[in-house]
């Protein structure tokens, strides 16, 4: 009869490489040079082509229409053929679309096709992939390993536009989209390739760094040469069916695409919400980097506190963040206190992503984590596409952002409310008929 005992790990465990594959990854992925550096590259492609203000900003909404389409896609494809299959040649034909957009031409079909191409062959970088990766690696320190690791979406979000900016300056607007190219293969391609490893069990170890429960008797093919082999853990929690008849799903769902709305109208219209208030462009612009700011110290100071606290309270609190920033900018007010509401807004956006991760694996464990995953975060899209135009519609008509600000503050007040009103983790899943337990946080 076969026995059971536990092959201790040593050194650094290999989760945090992980962690740090995804970090490279977001910090590269499709939404720096479609949605960050866009902005940078509005004057060039103006001045080369005489296209319209308006009609580059439609190419932002093909960007969007993308994702919304992909994330729920790649989501069934990794939960059924795994992480790498997906995201390897993801990476690559991302990083060639970006590299053909050296060779854009004056048909501005061209444009919206590529921005819309670079998403969708791109969908492996997109959010679920790495975090699909992390919550087989992690269980107690789920949340501080999301979000450290999403928090390269934050740092890649700040530093993108910069080095676009550098690059136009010095080689011309064609040559920046070689060189981010040519930062995907050389940076986030290899890491995913040679460093991430998508489950512990093949490394011979079990998540959070515990040691790996072997089993040792008669050998086998599958055996490590003694007899000794992982004890692979069973996958538990719902199919995307059964998670879409409880009421847990149908509440994080709503609850992301109203937040959606709310953080996207905001972002998108900021700067120019400011500037009419009369602040100095340049100030405005420091805002939006202050915004960053957050957004990076909000992704990783979520993950730590979902490790230690209920992630929808977590999230919750976050989300009156984001109100208070939303009331803030309603009151019309065009003094210091507006840093605080981007602050406030950038840490409730920078969140969002990790929470969405982090409370559906808790909620609806990890057996098609990919597919939920990739139908909340297009719930989440949705509300970000809705956002920004009605608020843009609504300021063509009043001529200010007041009336469409409160409106938007009682959005994210009914999605606060909706995730507050998720019940205690799920002790169990069913899973083939039977229940079997769900790990749970020891913290």
Known sequence: MAQEMRAKPSGIFYGWWNVATGFVGMGLSYAMFTIFAFGVFVKPLEDEFGWTRGELSLAITMTNFAVVIASPCLGFIIDRFGVRRVLIPSVIMMGLTVASMALLSADLWHFYALYFLIPFLGAGTLPQSYSRVLIAWFSRRRGIALGISLAGFGVGAMLVPIVAQLMIENYGWRMAYVGFAAAVFALALPMAVFVMKETPEEMGLQPDGGPAVVSRGAGS????????????????????????????????????????IGITSIIAHLV????????????????????????????????????????????????????????????????????????????????????????????????????????????????????????????DRAGDYIGALWVVAGIVLVGTIL?????????GFPDDGDMKSAARDSA
Request: aromatic fraction near 12%.
């Open 221 to 260: 093919a599958a055996d490590d040469g003694d007899g000794a082999k992982p004890a692979l853990a069973p996958v538990t929690g719902l199919s995307c069916p059964q998670a879409a008849q409880t009421r847990s799903f149908w509440l994080i769902l709503f609850s992301f695409m109203l937040v959606g």
């Open 272 to 395: 120019p919400m400011l500037t009419d208030r009369g602040v100095a462009p340049a100030t405005a612009a420091l805002c939006m980097s202050s915004l960053a700011l957050g957004l990076i110290a909000g992704r990783v100071l979520a993950g730590f506190l979902m490790d230690y606290f209920f992630a929808p309270y977590v999230a919750a609190c976050f989300l009156l963040g984001l109100l208070a920033g939303i009331i803030i900018l309603a009151t019309g007010t065009s003094g210091g206190l507006v840093f605080v509401a981007a602050v406030c807004v950038g840490m409730a956006t920078g969140s969002e992503i990790s929470e969405i991760a982090y409370i559906c694996s808790r909620y609806f464990g990890p057996r098609a984590f990919g597919l939920i995953y990739g139908l909340m975060f297009a719930a989440f899209q949705l509300g970000s596409m809705a956002g920004s135009p009605l608020m843009g519609l609504y300021h």
């Open 419 to 427: 995730i507050v009103l998720l019940g205690p983790y799920p002790r």
